[in-house]
Nanobody
């Protein structure tokens, strides 16, 4: 069974940092087919948006709103992707979802809440 388990969300003040983790588990076939892993977020009343993505080979892509402040990293041996979020702003408040694709199919985690108070 495919699972994406997120951790690391919470409540912080503006300017502080958080680190999100997402660990993927599943069959060997699924794990060896993992390509893109990363993060989306959805704020109340808004559409889900891409935050940062990474490919298995190390390419990364960021939303303009988080460039410089957020860093995505990945440990392929552990099938885990991380999101280091620095200089957090109230507008970063959202549910953050881990996303992964394997062999042409997309998978999602349950989400972790990040709340940034001003």
């Amino acid at each position: 069974q495919v699972r994406l388990v997120e951790s690391g969300g919470g409540l912080v003040q503006a300017g502080e940092s958080l680190r999100l983790s997402c660990a993927a588990s599943g069959s060997i076939l699924w794990l060896t087919g993992l390509n893109r892993m990363g993060w989306y977020r959805q704020a109340p009343g808004q559409q889900r948006e891409m935050v940062a993505m990474s490919t298995r080979r190390g390419s990364t892509n960021y939303a303009d709103s988080v460039k410089v402040r957020f860093t995505i990293s990945r440990d392929n041996a552990k099938n885990t992707v991380y999101l280091q979020m620095n200089s957090l702003k109230p507008e970063d408040t959202a549910v953050y979802y881990c996303s992964a694709d394997s062999r042409g199919n997309d998978y999602w985690g349950q989400g972790t809440q990040v709340t940034v108070s001003s």
